[in-house]
Structure formats: C-alpha cells, structure tokens
C-alpha cells in the first residue's frame, strides 16, 4: 500500500534547504506485514510507549495523511508526526519506531582504568588491608577513589558505586559472591569409580538372568550374590512441639499451624542398606554409629541371607568401615562371605543408597515431630517395613555403559 506523505523535504534534504521550497508529495510504501506488525505493536502491553506511539502515528497517517490530524488524534505535535513520517521514508516503518542513535558523551573512566579495576576486583579484600574477606562494591568504590589516582588513574577520583556495578556487570565479575567447587582428592578416583560401575553392571546381569525363565536353573547351581548399597544417616534429630499443631480449616488456614518454638530429645543414626536385586532395605537405629554399630549391621545381613550367598556391599571409605574393629569380625567369616567396593573419596553419589535417603527424608522424615527418640525409632523402623511391603528395584544408568 502506498501513501502520499506531505513531507516539506526530500530524502538526504534538512528542513533549513526545503523550508523555501513547497510541499511535495512523498509516496510511503506499507507492506500488510508491515501493517500487520504496526497493528501488533501499538496494541502490546509490553513495548516501550515511544515505540506504540509511533505505531500509532503511521497507521493513523494510513488513514488520514495530514500531520495535524494525525496529532490530534494521537495527543502529539504535528511536527512529531512528520518527524516520524519522514524517518519511516528513510529507514522504513519499523526502524522509524525506535530512536536514532546518539553520539552520547565521552566516557571519562579511561579502559586502563577499567582493567585496574577489574583485576583489583579479582582480589581478595583482606589482601589490601581490610578486614572483609571480599570486596562490597561500595568498598570497592571507596578504594578506588583513594588510591586510583596514585596508581595513574585519575578518572576514578570521583568514582561512584553504581559505575562499579556497570563496570563488573560488563565483564561478568561478582566479587562479593562465592560460588563453592569441589577439589578432586582421590588420585584414583577414575578407578575407583570404574569399580563402582563394574558392580552395577554385574546387577544388570543378574537382572536379565532372572528374568530369563530358561536360564533360571543354571542360575541357581551358581553361587548366589546378593549385592547391597549401603550407607548411614547420622544426625536425625528427635525434635518435640511445644505446643499441638493445628490442623487445616477449610476457609480459614489451610495448612497445618505449628509452633515455632521446640524441644530436642538427641539424635539417630540410621544404618541401612538396599539389596539391587530385589529391592528390600536392611535397616539398623541406633544413637551412635561406630565400628561396634557397623558390625551389629553386618550380622543383620549375615543372618538375613543363607549361608552360600556372597554378599557385596558397596559403601564409602567411613572409619567404621574400615577399622581394625571391623576387619577382626569379618576376618571370622568365612571367605568370600563379604566383599567390600568402596566409593572415592567424595564420591558418595555413586552409591545408590543415597537417593533411598533422600526419598526417606522427604517423606517419613519431612517435618517428623516425636516424643522420645524411642517413638523415632519406631516410626523410622514402620516407615522402613512400609517400604518393604512394596519394595521397589532400584537402577543404576549414569556412566554405566562405560562400565567394563
């Protein structure tokens, strides 16, 4: 669609060379996408108002092409009509919406003086004398002013906190933030690792063995393998209210109302172990969670399982496990009873144990409030033989392809 637009000027020409001359009829092209997008934009909620508008102006200037009707319809002078006019002949209707760009003022923080500080930045606090650890921008701020100017930067004299903020945000530096990474302390955390992978790809095995109805005989002339994961959850803490919690009122409150103010009875360990092949948690509670205590757990499973089964537990490197305590008790057992895969060191989430506690806390545990720490016992025990009603076979697949 064309229009005849009543500019006083020609493209490339300023008001101060066609104010003398008449106005001439300038044909303004509107595509229907061009249409179509200018109807968008001048009904949005969420564009800039210089930009809604403009559209405005030009599709009223489709309709009637007259600067002053147009302003008064719009609520603007009419030479903002005409200026908008005449930069969608030059630029097009939709980069007339936006504002020209500004040459702006010169920047008076010089880039040497930007890269002082962002590596000053890049230190700690508490190694230019201050007692934080590290920098607020504000401090930041401060130190600049007081020794920019020493170090040649003499921009930053008058340096503010909100600059700083820019000046960082540009480089994507936050230094009064810690982000926490983990040092690798295992040397032979790969191995380790592939040991781990290598038992879990041994319960894949066993799994399609069982499950093959014409392999299940021979299966069982082999020496049977029960292979568990197992770990221990200290800290669980028996917590008491104070006063009763309210129950929900339909219109009224529609949680449970606790107290905020509490009363602690000690806390549990949790011993417990999850066989990979049929899904049944072995569980211990006990107030503590010593060598003494893993022991009592290794006779739990050397009595849960018949005497030709190899049990392979797969555990990290705790000092109850490995202790001179526990290697005495398992050195009693007969050979190939027990065998130990450990984990690397901060490698805990290999062992699938700990997705069973993370379930165990976010649902028996989740805002558990008791009266002893017998009645934790007791509901962790119920909530453990709740499990094993129904058990549920857990999988392991991160890396395990990889597995040898």
């Known amino acids: 669609m064309s229009l005849l637009a009543d500019s006083s000027f020609g493209l490339g020409e300023t008001r101060i060379t066609a104010m003398g001359r008449w106005r001439q009829a300038v044909e303004l092209a509107l595509s229907d996408e061009d249409i179509a997008k200018l109807t968008a934009i001048s009904r949005s909620r969420t564009e800039r108002g210089s930009r809604v508008v403009r559209a405005r102006m030009l599709l009223c200037y489709r309709k009637n092409p007259s600067f002053f009707a147009v302003g008064r319809v ?22 007339a919406l936006d504002d020209r760009p500004r040459p702006g003022k010169e920047p008076t923080i010089t880039p040497e003086a930007k890269a002082w500080l962002v590596s000053l930045a890049c230190d700690k606090a508490k190694d230019h004398g ?90 069982r002339q082999g020496k049977s393998v ?15 209210t104070t006063a009763p ?28 172990g999850i066989d990979l092949l049929t899904g049944k948690v072995h569980a211990l509670v006990r107030d503590r969670h010593r060598s003494r205590e893993f022991i009592e757990f290794l006779k739990l499973l050397d009595a849960d399982y018949p005497a030709g089964t190899a049990i392979k537990l797969i555990l990290d490197n705790h000092s109850a496990h490995i202790s001179k305590e526990t290697k005495a008790w398992l050195a009693t057992r007969p050979t190939g009873r027990f065998e130990f895969t ?26 558990i409030r008791v009266t002893s720490k017998l009645e934790l016992k007791e509901r962790i025990m119920a909530g453990i033989d709740n499990i094993n009603r129904r058990p549920v076979v857990h999988t392991w697949s991160y890396k395990l392809a990889e597995a040898a």
């Open 74 to 95: 719009v609520g603007v002078h009419h030479q903002t009509v005409e200026r908008c006019v005449e930069r969608a002949l030059a630029y097009g209707p939709l980069s």
């Open 130 to 219: 201050y007692p934080h650890e590290l920098w607020t921008t504000r401090l930041l701020a401060d130190h600049a002013r007081e020794q920019g100017p020493a170090e040649g930067h003499g921009c930053l004299a008058h340096l503010v906190q909100g600059t700083v903020c820019k000046i960082l945000n540009r480089q994507e530096i936050k230094p009064h933030k810690v982000r926490y990474y983990l040092e690798n302390r295992d040397a032979e955390f790969e191995r380790k690792m592939a040991e781990v992978l290598c038992v879990y790809r041994e319960v894949e095995v066993l799994k399609k063995a069982r499950a093959k109805p014409n392999r299940g005989k021979s299966s």
């Open 226 to 240: 029960a292979i568990i994961s197992c770990d221990e959850k200290p800290g669980i803490q028996a917590i008491a």
């Open 245 to 272: 919690d309210l129950p929900p009122e339909p219109g009224v409150h529609p949680t449970f109302a606790r107290d905020h103010e509490y009363k602690r009875h000690g806390t549990l360990s949790l011993l417990a």
């Open 342 to 367: 450990f984990t690397p060191t901060h490698g805990s989430w290999l062992n699938l144990i700990e997705g069973f506690f993370s379930k165990l806390t976010r649902s028996v545990l989740r805002h």
